[in-house]
């Protein structure tokens, strides 16, 4: 149901519809979207301050340019809302009903206006380069706008794009929406040069975008709505690449989200009046324990380095380093800069632990091939958000396993629970003989026990000995595999083995073999895809055998938006499914 039948949002369907609207208009519906942004945000969570801060920037772009014709790239497009809103997707801001239909991402299987499906930072201008090229070699005279903000400036492809988009001699406008953050604080030296240019109004010569060789001009509120209009009037079909400095405030509108703009980067559902999540808090985490850890060993005098990219609130690591600031590194939003100078301290002496999220982790492939693996540096990683979940198609993360354990010299430890964990960390951290990465478990946090306190051979954990189906539970998926093991054992009348892997990357081949003896049938649970996951590792050993394996995950493709427990069904992943799997393969062929 429309909660605000009375705003004037309702009487936008496209950006045509603003632009015979007044100055007054438009300022009444940013301050309506800055009230629906909040409302939606409260009641499902999702990215706050990016899109408070960008309203005016957004309605002066479609008021003066004309989308889908003229192409606006949103870099990350986690700051997207606004642009929603005018472009056929109110709804999914003003109905509660209509929330779950619009993505928080650009997603051009919404609209027309949104011209590729972006999550991961720094994209928009190599984007805006190729767009301009192929306008130019189709011989189509469209305005192409890339927006990137500060933050998403500090990662390797924005150089790329800036670089050449130098090279272009044709249309193309770069805003640079700089609100002196990223999803923390900015790390690097190009800050510098860009405060330099706010505190100088765009003038000092410290100016890294025309030492590229690109035009450039400075706006000093971005949220002055009529400002934005007339600096966009004076450059739409300008005839050659330009830099808008576009200085905005995060969180604009919304004083905890201008105040802590860390912690409303991305929020939760939360408390409107106090601003405080109104979702249960945890009372222990992985991540809390891995900190606890990493401040003995430093304590212990052990040089470890805890290192991430821009993301410390992810692993409570904000903790760390105020306790431990010479022992830790934020690289920014740069994912290869991250791991490749962590190799290099490694060779060192220096005990490097990468904080990585796995859908970021995509980023620094190359460095993992090349630098990690290649160099068999021992670095330590924190791999978290492996698992099938119900985020964006932009933020999956069940593909680490496959992209992760068939690169040489890697060896990916899973644990079951926390003991285990601590175990695999505190082993990793002291030897120094390969990489070791750890995938985080994302379930509410269990409590085992460790089988071994070294773990550089493989040696499969059996949590029980049975016969007939042998259940391999990777991970987080350790409690599926006892529930399934449980209702086997009720409604087929089989009493399971059931089998912790710790490692995805290796196979213990004799308790592989030995399973062989008197068990039919493998059955391996992992949160991830399993194409190329560690199901079909297990598979592949019994090929040339009569064991038959049923390997459980997801399949290959994108999930985006969908509930958990429907991606479960559909992906046969709730007991009953596996159970009732298990019994076909073994009995219908009798």
């Not at 606006?72 to 809302?81: A, N």
């Not at 301009?132 to 924005?158: E, F, H, P, Y």
């Not at 709505?225 to 400095?245: Q, W, Y």
């Not at 002291?430 to 773990?455: C, F, M, N, W």
């Amino acid at each position: 149901m429309n909660q605000h039948p009375d705003f004037l949002l309702n009487e936008v369907n496209e950006p045509e519809d603003i632009k015979t609207m007044s100055l007054d208009e438009l300022k009444q519906l940013a301050t309506e979207m800055r009230q629906l942004i909040l409302e939606r945000d409260e009641k499902i969570g999702g990215h706050v301050g990016p899109n408070l801060g960008i309203v005016e920037t957004t309605l002066a772009l479609h008021y003066v340019f004309n989308s889908p014709h003229d192409k606006i790239v949103w870099d990350v497009s986690h700051q997207c809302y606004a642009h929603k809103m005018l472009t056929g997707r109110k709804q999914g801001f003003l109905d509660p009903d209509h929330y779950d239909e619009v993505s928080g991402f650009t997603a051009p299987e919404e609209s027309d206006h949104d011209f590729f499906k972006v999550g991961h930072t720094s994209t928009s201008v190599a984007l805006a380069d190729g767009l301009a090229i192929a306008r130019d070699k189709l011989g189509k005279t469209d305005n192409v706008i890339a927006v990137i903000g500060d933050g998403s400036l500090s990662g390797g492809l924005a150089f790329e794009g800036l670089n050449n988009a130098a090279k272009l001699q044709s249309n193309l406008i770069i805003v640079v929406n700089d609100n002196n953050m990223s999803i923390d604080e900015n790390q690097g030296g190009l800050y510098k040069g860009l405060k330099e240019l706010r505190d100088t109004h765009g003038q000092s010569s410290n100016n890294i975008f025309k030492f590229m060789g690109l035009d450039y001009r400075y706006v000093e509120d971005g949220n002055d709505l009529s400002e934005m209009i007339k600096v966009f009037k004076n450059v739409k079909d300008i005839d050659h690449p330009i830099v808008l400095h576009v200085h905005t405030l995060k969180g604009k509108g919304f004083k905890p989200a201008e105040e802590n703009e860390m912690e409303y980067h991305w929020r939760g559902p939360f408390d409107p009046q106090t601003g405080k999540s109104t979702e249960p808090a945890a009372k222990e985490s992985y991540s809390a324990a891995v900190v606890d850890e990493l401040e003995k060993q430093v304590a212990a005098g052990v040089p470890i380095m805890a290192m991430n990219a821009a993301i410390p609130g992810m692993f409570d690591l904000k903790r760390f380093q105020a306790k431990y600031p010479d022992n830790y590194w934020d690289s920014g939003i740069a994912e290869q800069e991250c791991v490749t100078s962590a190799v290099a301290m490694a060779t060192r002496g220096i005990r490097p632990v990468v904080f990585m999220n796995s859908t970021f982790l995509q980023r620094a492939y190359d460095q993992l091939v090349h630098d990690v693996a290649l160099n068999d540096a021992p670095i330590v990683m924190i791999v978290r958000g492996g698992t099938i979940s119900d985020d964006s198609a932009t933020h999956q993360g069940s593909l680490d396993i496959s992209f992760i354990k068939n690169i040489p010299n890697l060896e990916y430890l899973v644990p079951t629970n926390l003991e285990e964990m601590m175990a695999m960390l505190k082993w990793a951290i002291k030897q120094t003989d390969t990489p070791i990465l750890i995938r985080q478990p994302e379930k509410p946090v269990i409590h085992g026990q460790a089988s071994q306190t070294d773990y550089s051979n493989i040696d499969y954990n059996f949590a029980h000995h049975g016969n007939k189906v042998a259940i391999m539970a990777v991970g987080d998926f350790w409690q599926l595999g006892e529930h399934v093991r449980e209702l086997m054992k009720q409604q087929l009348h089989i009493d399971a083995s059931l089998i912790n892997p710790e490692s995805v990357t290796g196979i213990d081949q004799q308790d592989l073999h030995y399973l062989q003896e008197d068990h039919d049938l493998v059955v391996t649970l992992e949160d991830g895809t399993v194409h190329g996951g560690f199901g079909e590792t297990v598979a592949r050993y019994y090929g040339p055998t009569d064991m038959k394996v049923l390997s459980f995950g997801a399949p290959r493709e994108f999930a985006d938006n969908v509930p958990l427990n429907v991606l479960y069904e559909w992906y046969h992943l709730t007991p009953q499914q596996i159970v009732d799997d298990v019994e076909r393969v073994l009995y219908s062929s009798l």
